[in-house]
């Protein structure tokens, strides 16, 4: 069993792409899986579901080439 904190508290993520899969994870926050997009303004996503906050990674290389 996971001790969560307060569901208040939403968790930051740091994620090296700009798509991202979501699924909450185990336990209470859990949602069916689905994919975000990083905003290349604010380089971070919020999970409607669970509010989990994406942020990309820094120095994470984005549409490079
Ligand atoms: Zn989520």
């Given at each position: 069993m996971l001790e969560r904190a307060t569901s208040a508290v939403t968790e930051t993520v740091e994620v090296e792409s700009l798509d991202v899969a979501c699924?909450?994870?185990?336990?209470?926050?859990?949602h069916p899986r689905v994919w975000l997009h990083i905003e290349h303004q604010t380089h971070d996503v919020v999970c409607p579901y669970c509010s989990r906050r994406y942020v990309l990674k820094e120095g994470a290389v984005v549409g490079g080439h």
């Open positions: 699924d909450g994870g185990d336990g209470a926050l859990g």
